[in-house]
């Protein structure tokens, strides 16, 4: 009786094997399947990823390259400062045409307005936006776009900075805080009443790199 009952179960066990045997292909096949279209996707979004990056316009490029170098002037101002005490004459120096130089590959295309104590450098971008501002400017406490009546003779700054106490400079600086608000000029700041309440220094806000900051202006020339 016992051998009866394991022929029949070998046998059903033989019947059961073939479909159990499809189900594992099937499977296997779904797996390959999802794995397939997993690589085509990768492969189509690497592709897009390098042609996005090695296929930028000119103008972007050389947009890019621009904003790079003058962010150089604000180090190279500064350090002009702190040997003469004044900007006049930082237009002239050595440093300041190697690198406007090589920002815009002929002096002609930026153009500098120095004074005593304020300072600005504007080079035209290759694209034309709606708002009218063309330019890329950097003066000692700010970087960004402007519009051509920025950074002239009469205004040697690239955005108006707030009034501050009689012997207070922005010439040296320290920041306080960086905060979550976005700008484009420094009078899109405001002082957080926190600081404004405090009389340990006449804080100010100011636009920096586009986002607002506290700051506290130092004392002397």
Not at 52 to 71: E, F, N, Q
Not at 96 to 111: D, F, G, L, P, Q
Request: glycine share 4%; net charge positive.
């Amino acid at each position: 009786m016992a051998k009866a009952i394991s022929f029949c179960y070998n046998k059903r066990m033989e019947k059961q094997a073939p479909e159990t045997n499809k189900k594992i292909d099937k499977n296997r096949n779904v797996r390959r399947i999802f794995i397939a279209l997993f690589l085509v996707a990768s492969a189509f979004f690497a592709v897009w990823f390098v042609r996005r990056d090695c296929c930028a316009s000119p103008g972007t490029v050389k947009d890019a390259a621009v904003k790079g170098y003058l962010s150089q002037i604000k180090i190279s101002a500064l350090s002009y400062y702190n040997s003469n005490s004044n900007y006049v004459g930082f237009d002239k120096s050595e440093d300041y045409s190697k690198i406007v130089v090589k920002a815009t590959k002929k002096e002609s295309s930026c153009s500098a307005q120095i004074s005593e104590k304020t300072y600005c450098v504007k080079a035209k971008l290759s694209f034309s936006y709606d708002d009218g501002k063309n330019y890329w400017c950097v003066d000692s406490t700010y970087q960004g776009r402007v519009a051509d009546d920025h950074c002239t003779s009469k205004k040697p700054y690239c955005t108006e900075l707030p009034s501050l106490p009689q012997g207070y400079t922005f010439n040296k600086y320290s920041v306080e805080k960086e905060l979550e608000v976005a700008c484009q000029k420094h009078s899109d700041c405001a002082v957080p009443a926190e600081y404004s309440i405090q009389s340990r220094c006449p804080f100010v806000s100011l636009c920096l790199d586009d986002r607002c900051a506290v700051v506290c202006p130092s004392q002397g020339n």
